[in-house]
């Protein structure tokens, strides 16, 4: 575990918001990964992805800390402190199959 990170106690057990990138959905764009807000489940696109909704969540709501989740990969990161620490053994479950476009 990294302890570069003072944001490590805010990770929740979280519901996954959608079953793939909310705003992607809604607009039918495709994404390439995706992550899940370990704040609140919001599930949003990565960087690699046109949308960067994942991005663009923390900017809106400063959540600081994403999961990796197509499926889930056992990593978290911190936007703030721009860390990549360990979330294997507190990963969120998949929700149901996720509608992959890549
Ligand atoms: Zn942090
Ligand atoms: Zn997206
Ligand atoms: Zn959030």
């Known amino acids: 575990m990294s302890s570069d990170c003072g944001h490590l106690d805010t990770i929740r057990d979280v519901t996954p918001s959608a079953l793939g ?8 764009q495709e994404w390439f990964h995706l992550r899940v807000c370990r704040t609140c489940g919001h599930v949003g696109c990565c960087d690699q992805s046109p949308g960067q909704h ?13 999961e990796g989740y197509d499926p889930p990969e056992g990593w978290g990161w911190c936007y703030v402190d721009e860390v990549l620490f360990d979330l294997s053994d507190r990963k969120t479950p998949q929700r149901g199959p996720i509608p992959r476009y890549y």
């Open 54 to 66: 994942a991005t663009k969540h923390f900017h809106a709501t400063r959540h600081p800390i994403i």
């Open 21 to 28: 990138c909310e705003e992607c959905l809604k607009s039918g």
